[in-house]
């Protein structure tokens, strides 16, 4: 199947190229004086060239406008994660602060727990009575 598309799309490429060097022939093989067909080809010469100097117009303000789109859209996704950074940077900083009062509460609670236990009981505890 993929063998026979193949065919086919050379067949239309051969046959393209054929009519184009056909009328190209035509033209320069025409019974024309040699003052009108160089005119003829000077003006044909002269519009292609204006239609691949619109084309290029168009395509470089597409281009442009594709340009511009993405730097507004970088700087959109920079603003945004920006913002995201901060947001992780503030979560870090509350994080840490948590971090560093964990310690300070264990340690207070430790020093409550060894203060108990250093308190006399206040019944006395007999030995095997």
Do not use: C, W
């Not at 100097?53 to 406008?65: F, G, I």
């Not at 913002?83 to 840490?96: D, G, M, P, S, V």
Request: charged share 40%; aromatic share 4%; net charge positive.
């Amino acid at each position: 199947m993929g063998n026979k598309e193949n065919e086919e799309s050379r067949f239309l490429q051969g046959f393209l190229i054929g009519g184009i060097l056909g009328v190209l022939a035509g033209i320069l093989f025409a019974p024309k004086p040699g003052k009108e067909l160089r005119s003829e080809i000077k003006q044909k010469g002269e519009e292609a060239l204006d239609e691949a100097k619109h084309l290029y117009s168009e395509t470089r303000t597409k281009a442009n406008a594709i340009l511009e789109d993405a730097r507004r859209r970088a700087e959109e996704l920079k603003k945004e994660a920006s913002r995201h950074l901060a947001e992780a940077r503030q979560k870090a900083k509350e994080i840490l602060r948590r971090q560093e009062e964990k310690p300070v509460a264990a340690t207070e609670l430790e020093k409550e727990g060894k203060a108990e236990t250093k308190k006399e009981p206040k019944e006395p505890v007999g030995a095997g009575i």
